[in-house]
C-alpha cells in the first residue's frame, strides 16, 4: 500500500504543495498498464504546470489551485478505471489535506 500520500515525505506540511506527484509509486500503487503509464505521466506533469502557475499567481491563486485539481481529476477519470480512480480520489483528497488545501471554498 502506498505511503500516505502522493509526495515525499521530503516536503513539510507547510510548504504549499506544487503538485510533484510520484509517478513510479502511483503507476505501482494503481497497477497501471503501459498504455495508462504513459497517460497518467504527462497528465501528473501538465498538474505540476498548473499548480506551479497557481501557487505564484498574485490574483485568484486559491481559484487556479481548483481548478487545477479539478482538471487533474477529469483528466485521470478518462484514463484510469472506475477502481483505479476510486483510489486515485481518495490519495488526492489525503494529500490535498495533509498539505493543507481545501478546495472545498
Not at 494503481?30 to 505540476?48: G, K, M, P, R, T
Request: proline share 0%; glycine share 4%; charged share 25%.
Amino acid at each position: 500500500e502506498m505511503s500516505a500520500s502522493l509526495v515525499g515525505s521530503e516536503m513539510c506540511i507547510r510548504d504549499r504543495w506544487d503538485g510533484t506527484i510520484n509517478k513510479a509509486k502511483l503507476t505501482k500503487y494503481l497497477q497501471l498498464s503501459s498504455q495508462q503509464n504513459e497517460q497518467v505521466a504527462s497528465i501528473c506533469d501538465y498538474f505540476q504546470e498548473q499548480m506551479k502557475v497557481a501557487n505564484s499567481s498574485k490574483k485568484n491563486s486559491d481559484q487556479k489551485v481548483r481548478n487545477a485539481v479539478y482538471g487533474n481529476l477529469k483528466l485521470m477519470k478518462n484514463t484510469l478505471t472506475e477502481k483505479q480512480y476510486s483510489d486515485y480520489l481518495r490519495l488526492m483528497a489525503l494529500t490535498l489535506r495533509n498539505k493543507g488545501i481545501d478546495i472545498q471554498k
